[in-house]
Every structure is written in C-alpha cells, then in structure tokens.
C-alpha cells in the first residue's frame, strides 16, 4: 500500500456525509431543492433504499435543522440532516462461510481484498454459496448489520484484481459518494484481440441489449459509460491495454473494448475467434479460459482521515503465463525474420 500526500488541499464537496457516533449528519445540496425530504436523501444516502429512510423519518430518526419532518416536506438547500440509522435491523440474512481472502490491507473503516477470479461477489443466480459475501460475513461478522457486508462495487466472477470493502456504514456511504464523485480510481489490465491501434476512450451509454437479456451492450437508451485505454505492448494478434474507468457499468470495460473490434481474451460472453494470427497464438489465446481482465490498481479517500491511499496487484498466474508466452512468441518471431533477413 502506498500513502500518497494528505487530501487536505482537496476537500471533499460539503454533501459528505459526517458522523458522530451512529448519527450521519449532511447538508442538502443546492441543486436539490424543490425535492422531497425521502428523494433528497435516498440520493445522499444511496446505500439506503428510499422506503427505509421514510420509515426512519417517520419514526423520527431523521431530523431537518434539529426539528422533526416529513417525508414529503420540500428542501431547498443548506438545510442540515440528520439521520440515526436504525442499526437492529439485520441487512444480510446470507451464511458466513469459512472461504480463505486474501487481504491487503484491513483497518477499522475497510477492507482491501484481491479477488481471485471464479469468485462470485454476491449471491444470487443461482451462485448463493461460496461468494465473497458470505466469506466477508465470517471474516467479519459485525458486516452483518451493513448494507451488502459493505461491498460497494463488484468484479465480474471471472475478473481478478482489488475490491474494496467499508467495514461500518459511514465508511460505505464514504465510498459509494467518492465512486459518484469519480474520485476512486480504478485501474484494470486487459489482453484484448487484434493490435490495437493506440490509446483512446470509449465514451458510449451502456444498457440491457435489446435482444439477449443476459447480456449488456452499447445502446442510445442505455447510461452513460467512458473508459479510457492505453495501449502497453502489442503482440502478434492482441494487445496488452490498460483500462481506467470513469463509471461502474456492469461489463464495462468487456463491452467498450467489445464495441470498437477488440474484445478481450477469452470472454465467453463478448469475445470473438482470433483471426489473422498464426495457429500457435490462436491455440494460445483460444486456451484462455476466462476474460484476460484484472483488477490492478485501486486508489481513494479514506472515509476517516481523507488520506489519499493506492493499492497495487500484480497479475494472476493465468494472466502472467499468458503474457510470458506471448513475449517469448514474439521474440522468435523477431529472431526468425531477423535470421531470414
């Protein structure tokens, strides 16, 4: 872990949650005035649906400007919130399992996990055992009373590489502001099919595709997604690129790199046959058994101190043997024309 130089100089806007003890304290922002009290603060306070806060308001466990509210009352900016959660209630009612993480770095507030890939994040579709959910509820069993046992953002289950974890809900509400904000910066390493050109970004919204459901696609009715992507090193049929991501798109980068011809390695999903290449790299690549993508860089704001931290993962062994055998390839290439020449 790196402890680059205090976010002091660059302050989070004022709309960051504050917290003493288990109250969260906000101020409603300008630009939501006119709306709902509930609306207002489902927006603030995402990591909460928008019926539980109502029931808290109802309940008087939020307060606007120290005086009790309603629901529906209008905000109009500057007002100050406070909200005492209602920390009985259980969030996950998933079992803790025994599942080995390999940890990064662990305080009071989060938790840095390497993912390997085959790991599902959360339960469900048919995944309801094994995810890292359920290792997270036996690793730490307080993450039972948090929303999601504090995950914020997911891997795809074939996608290796650094997650982050809050520990308590003022962490994750932290979290999930910094990820609006852009201020959590995520890095991933890819292997995508053919020689890619140069760097560039994909700025094209992401949705549902029209037809296969299952899957995600480029469309006008979906959200805006941008990736940006630098190309490290090419190789004979594919490229070693680098993708940062502005936004958190299911399939994000599988489908920018999809749409502009050059889907990644091995992905089942919106992958495509290697084509002009020689059969030893078309046997290799083919080989691959999940999307070349991983995880390397993940770098925030801690929730407590507004420190600026980064962490780094190198890459799994699948994704290292590849590229080893796709340099020693293409070093007796080079060798074989140099000789012929």
């Not at 019926?51 to 009352?73: F, H, P, Y």
């Not at 007002?79 to 993480?101: G, K």
């Not at 101190?305 to 007796?332: R, V």
Request: proline fraction near 6%; charged fraction near 20%; hydrophobic fraction near 35%.
């Amino acid at each position: 872990m790196e402890s680059k130089e205090n976010y002091s100089s660059k302050p989070l806007p004022t709309t960051r949650p504050k917290t003493d003890q288990s109250v969260v304290h906000i101020t409603i922002p300008l630009e939501y005035a006119g709306q709902r009290l509930d609306q207002a603060l489902a927006q603030l306070l995402p990591n909460w649906s928008r019926s539980r806060i109502q029931t808290w308001i109802a309940n008087e466990r939020v307060k606007l400007d120290g005086m009790t509210c309603q629901a529906k009352q209008k905000v109009w900016g500057g007002e100050q919130a406070s909200v005492l959660p209602d920390n009985s209630i259980v969030e996950n009612h998933y079992a803790a399992e025994a599942i080995s993480l390999n940890i990064l770095f662990e305080d009071e507030q989060l938790i840095i996990i390497n993912k390997p890939a085959g790991m599902v994040v959360h339960p469900g579709n048919g995944n309801w055992q094994g995810t890292l959910l359920n290792a997270l509820l036996h690793h730490s069993p307080q993450l039972e009373y948090v929303p999601r046992a504090g995950i914020v953002h997911r891997l795809d289950k074939n996608t290796s590489g650094i997650m982050v974890v809050a520990k308590t809900i003022e962490a994750q509400t932290s979290l999930v502001r910094q990820l609006q904000q852009r201020t959590v910066k995520r890095e991933y390493l890819a292997v995508a099919l053919g020689e890619v050109a140069g760097s560039s970004v994909v700025d094209a919204p992401i949705g549902r595709h029209p037809i296969h459901r299952t899957k995600m696609a480029v469309t006008a009715q979906g959200k805006p997604a941008r990736t940006h992507y630098q190309v490290l090193e090419r190789f004979p049929g594919c490229s070693l690129v680098q993708c940062n991501l502005e936004t958190g798109r299911t399939h994000q980068i599988r489908v920018h790199m999809h749409s502009i011809g050059h889907p990644l390695v091995g992905d089942p999903v919106y992958g495509g046959n290697p084509k002009k290449m020689t059969p030893e790299i078309s046997v290799l690549l083919n080989n691959f058994s999940r999307q070349a993508l991983h995880a390397w860089k993940l770098t925030l704001i801690h929730p407590e101190n507004s420190q600026t931290l980064q962490w780094q993962s190198e890459l799994p062994d699948d994704m290292g043997s590849l590229l080893q055998q796709l340099k020693l390839y293409t070093k007796e290439v080079i060798r074989n024309n140099d000789y012929k020449s």
